[in-house]
T-cell receptor, first 116, second 111 residues
Framework: EAGVTQFPSHSVIEKGQTVTLRCDPISGHDNLYWYRRVMGKEIKFLLHFVKESKQDESGMPNNRFLAERTGGTYSTLKVQPAELEDSGVYFC??????????????FGQGTRLTVV | GNSVTQMEGPVTLSEEAFLTINCTYTATGYPSLFWYVQYPGEGLQLLLKATKADDKGSNKGFEATYRKETTSFHLEKGSVQVSDSAVYFCALAGGAQKLVFGQGTRLTINP
């Protein structure tokens, strides 16, 4: 069974450009999460989809970030326009259940974004 | 709000040494506690978890005990191997899958 897949693995863009990150969750997982780790600090929650609906987007830093999950399958995270402080590693995770007691969340390898 | 504080890294040990990575947390209620590991070039993997006080999570020779009285979940291994070199993250969740992570500890094991 394929795990959580993220594209691209690395991206280097200039300040002011647009970047779109993609996440393909494990098949059948309704729950999809985005996290990011900035400057070697803690990994922070960005948002949570249940199927195609945004369940919790309390961690989204500002309106330059737009996440979508059309059709409830893969998800994209667009940063427009990118700023220097957006550099970091963006992780995607998926799970069958919303509850940690029922199942674990599986993470992708992450996308390393560098804004120069 | 909920938070996790992890031992500052990086940590460098020799093979077969004893490992402790400290983790303390602040949370309302009774969270579940986790250790995740990221090996070079790979994604985050769940290493172990504990869902209630005094539970001990264990996997691959690693152990951590949920200590409610000290709000801690320290990771230990009796004899580390070179293959244990990775970044380790302590995390908590209040019930739903929204994880709160610590800053990570980079561990390097020298042969």
């Amino acid at each position: 069974e394929a795990g959580v897949t993220q594209f691209p693995s690395h991206s280097v863009i200039e300040k002011g450009q647009t970047v779109t990150l993609r996440c393909d969750p494990i098949s059948g997982h309704d729950n999809l999460y985005w996290y990011r780790r900035v400057m070697g600090k803690e990994i922070k929650f960005l948002l949570h989809f249940v199927k195609e609906s945004k369940q919790d987007e309390s961690g989204m830093p500002n309106n330059r970030f737009l996440a979508e999950r059309t059709g409830g399958t893969y998800s994209t995270l667009k940063v427009q326009p990118a700023e220097l402080e957006d550099s970091g590693v963006y992780f995607c995770a998926s799970s069958q259940s919303i509850w940690v007691a029922d199942t674990e969340a599986f993470f992708g390898q992450g996308t390393r974004l560098t804004v120069v | 709000g909920n938070s996790v504080t992890q031992m500052e890294g990086p940590v460098t040990l020799s093979e077969e040494a004893f490992l402790t990575i400290n983790c303390t947390y602040t949370a309302t209620g009774y969270p579940s506690l986790f250790w995740y590991v990221q090996y070079p070039g790979e994604g985050l993997q769940l290493l172990l978890k504990a869902t209630k006080a005094d539970d001990k999570g264990s996997n691959k020779g690693f152990e951590a005990t949920y200590r409610k009285e000290t709000t801690s979940f320290h990771l230990e291994k009796g004899s580390v191997q070179v293959s244990d070199s990775a970044v380790y993250f302590c995390a908590l969740a209040g019930g739903a899958q929204k994880l709160v992570f610590g800053q990570g500890t980079r561990l390097t094991i020298n042969p």
